[in-house]
């Protein structure tokens, strides 16, 4: 086995403290959606019903974003190849996001979601160089 470079496993821990704070903060999503869900439709209630189911949704897309995140951090450390495919994947969609966030906003969301776009840009890079693609077998 190929000794891991230092910005693999720097990336392993950002996906996997990024990873568990997604898995948080989808249960607590969740949670409140499912409540506000439970007791908006006992009390007849449409709007908090309706605030609660769209809540549970995000927080079941939470976990699943969040048990991916955690996958590719592990991925990431044995030096798996369908992790650099799936990290490659997870920034791609960064950017796009960030790409659509920075341009639906005023001049405070363009000048901070081009800064927010700094570190993803990094990482694609990182992940694209010969030497990293080689180390996975890519």
Request: charged share 5%.
């Amino acid at each position: 086995m190929q000794k891991r470079p230092t910005g693999i496993t720097i990336l392993a821990v950002i996906f996997l403290i990024m990873g568990l704070l997604s898995l948080v903060w989808s249960g607590v999503v969740f949670g409140f959606g499912s409540l506000n869900l439970f007791f908006g439709s006992i009390f007849g209630a449409d709007a908090m019903a309706g605030y609660g189911g769209s809540n549970v949704w995000a927080g079941i897309l939470g976990l699943a974003a969040a048990s991916v995140k955690i996958a590719v951090a592990i991925g990431l450390l044995y030096m798996k190849q369908w992790a650099w495919y799936l990290s490659i994947l997870a920034v791609a969609l960064t950017l796009i996001e960030g790409i659509f966030g920075v341009f639906s906003g005023g001049i405070f969301a363009f000048i901070c979601g081009g800064i927010g776009l700094i570190i993803p840009i990094i990482i694609f890079i990182y992940l694209l160089r010969p030497h990293i693609r080689e180390l996975f077998n890519v």
